[in-house]
């Protein structure tokens, strides 16, 4: 009578232990203000794909998620950026000693910057990560993303819970674009440096996209091509990169991501993607991409304002994906040492007769 009670009581105890193992489930608090010890950086790919991937955020490291969506015929767009960075290492985030911070810009037909705000500073930033599951909740700035599976994303805004920030709303993506690294799709063990020193993984390259937001009162709605990538680094983002060109877009049924940079010795790095139907066609790097500024030199110099990039990516088997995108419109001017745009974009298959439209966010960092 004991035997098949201790065998039941092991089987639920061995039960019990295959359930923990398999739940991954972690809840992470990033503190408010900077470290003074030591930063740890990981660029090689584990299990999580879009968690934290810096421990310590102290005076030279950074971590943050970013988001944007831009209508398809590029007269509306939001870009959204989860920051845990001081200004030390990275020049866009505002406090050199408050690390938690939102930037919300976002982009209507009335004007190319409708609204911009840089959030109060949180409190904490709280993230719990099960799997490819993920929340982040930066504390105080009313502000919040939700991710499932790296599929759906919802970011959002709520005045109520921090009237500073003067915008609810949401953000809400459906991925029709698989997750890649710089060099290769979404899998363990893989290098995920763009640069010595900068990390890149980009959870959703596109997605299909509905965005609607309260504004001071004035209600702005629009769907379009949805976007979301996270960076990090353990030097100095502006001691790591002399100049950078990143950008993505839909161009008829394709979804194309786009970087070309230029590290702080002079050498230069790239990383192309392309994929359709919910397939990558590509994800490549090195020789076989190339962006090019139009009506700008190269390499560029402070304050270099091009009036779009062309962009080509070579996938191999005689398939080169050419497209140019056009700079209509400048939703952020830092001092020449950062520009950001969206525009139309336009490309197709080298070999091809067809080419396809639609609409693109991207930036230039030069320093
Ligand atoms: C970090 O160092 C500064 C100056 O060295 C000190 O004032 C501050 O209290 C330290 N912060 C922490 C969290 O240890
Ligand atoms: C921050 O961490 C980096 C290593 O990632 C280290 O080189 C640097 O000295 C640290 N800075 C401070 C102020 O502790
Ligand atoms: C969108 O922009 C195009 C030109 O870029 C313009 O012709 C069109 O009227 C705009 N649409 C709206 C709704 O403002
Ligand atoms: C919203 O209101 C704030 C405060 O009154 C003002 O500074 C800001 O310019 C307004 N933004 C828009 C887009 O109207
Ligand atoms: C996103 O969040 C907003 C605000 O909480 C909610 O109204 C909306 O239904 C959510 N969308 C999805 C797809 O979950
Ligand atoms: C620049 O740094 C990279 C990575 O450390 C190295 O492979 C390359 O040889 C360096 N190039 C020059 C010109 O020093
Ligand atoms: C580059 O400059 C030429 C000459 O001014 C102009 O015709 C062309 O439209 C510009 N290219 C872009 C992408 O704006
Ligand atoms: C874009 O770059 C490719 C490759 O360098 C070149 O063949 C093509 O002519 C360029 N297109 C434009 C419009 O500049």
Same mark, same amino acid.
């Given at each position: ?92 985030? &505002? ?68 009237? &500073? ?7 809400? !993506? ?17 290098? !995920? ?82 994929? &359709? ?91």
């Amino acid at each position: 009578m004991k035997k098949p009670s201790i065998t039941l009581l092991s089987l639920v105890a061995n039960f019990l232990c295959a359930t923990c193992a398999q739940s991954s489930f972690k809840s992470i608090s990033i503190p408010p203000t900077i470290s003074n010890t030591t930063s740890v950086a990981q660029f090689i790919s584990d299990s999580s794909f879009d968690g934290p991937k810096v421990t310590n955020i102290n005076s030279s490291s950074y971590d943050w998620w970013y988001f944007d969506a831009v209508s398809l015929d590029s007269n509306y767009s939001i870009v959204a950026v989860f920051y845990a960075s001081p200004s030390t290492s990275f020049i866009g985030a &505002e406090s050199a000693t408050d690390i938690l911070e939102v930037q919300i810009r976002v982009q209507t037909p009335e004007e190319d910057v409708f609204f911009a705000v840089d959030s109060p500073s949180a409190t904490a930033g709280k993230l719990t990560l099960d799997g490819n599951d993920i929340t982040g909740d930066w504390e105080g700035t009313g502000s919040r993303f939700l991710g499932r599976d790296l599929t759906c994303y919802n970011v959002t805004f709520d005045s109520d819970a921090a009237e &500073e920030l003067g915008i609810s709303g949401f953000i809400s !993506m459906t991925s029709i674009a698989p997750p890649h690294y710089p060099c290769s799709p979404a899998k363990e063990g893989v290098n !995920m440096e763009l640069f010595p020193h900068v990390g890149w993984a980009n959870a959703v390259p596109d997605a299909e996209t509905i965005i609607e937001l309260n504004i001071n009162g004035t209600s702005v709605s629009f769907t379009g091509s949805g976007y979301h990538d996270k960076n990090w680094g353990d030097v100095a983002f502006d001691h790591a990169v002399t100049s950078w060109y990143w950008g993505h877009g839909r161009v008829g049924p394709y979804s194309l991501v786009w970087f070309d940079g230029i590290s702080s010795n002079g050498t230069e790095y790239t990383s192309g993607y392309l994929s &359709e139907k919910g397939k990558i066609l590509g994800t490549t790097c090195g020789s076989t991409v190339q962006v090019r500024p139009i009506n700008a030199t190269y390499p560029p110099g402070l304050g270099s304002d091009p009036d779009g990039f062309n962009i080509t990516i070579d996938l191999g088997g005689g398939k080169v994906f050419e497209a140019i995108a056009s700079g209509d419109h400048v939703l952020l001017n830092e001092e020449g040492a950062y520009m950001r745009w969206s525009g139309s974009i336009s490309g197709g298959f080298r070999e091809n007769e067809e080419t396809y439209t639609g609409s693109s966010v991207f930036e230039q960092f030069t320093f």
